[in-house]
């Protein structure tokens, strides 16, 4: 009798407990799930106000050990390349830097190898983007297209499509790339 006691007990205890591939995968997706690209111009929020894409630039490196810099900003300027992009509370910037070229293929943000992030600025703060990914769509000497999904928090995600202008060093500024 004793050894049919321990035995439901333990048919108990391990009916409960049973945890399936599928399960343990659909948990890690479902909580860190990140949202289809918008097909709408790059808007949302950033620092809680709210922002769409206007300009952008990606900075070409002067020497190959250089970074590649992009710049977005709810601004319209007149000259991507030869504006300043300095973040305010109420015009913030989004920027990131990567070390190659742009090229056609996403790459997803977080913390970690092959991974990146973006950063938000309102003028006072930097609010590192960790969550989303960015789709490089086309490349050519002139102008990079792409989508990006970025999240902070709720206060700051952005999602949607962009166009930028691939700007080269002139004397001492930059402007549009032959």
Known sequence: MKKLFYFIIILIFSACSVTTEEDTKATATSSTAIPDYETTTL????SGTSW???TGRVTVPSSSSGSYWVYMTNDNLSNACSSTYTGTSSNPVVFYARSEAPAVGETELGWGTDKGTATAYDGSTNYILS???????TATTTEVTGKMYAKYDS????NGTFTLSRCCTSGSSYALCD
């Open 43 to 46: 808007s949302g929020k950033v």
């Open 52 to 54: 769409t894409f206007q």
């Open 131 to 137: 969550t989303g990914k960015i789709s490089i769509v």
């Open 155 to 158: 206060d700051s995600e952005i």
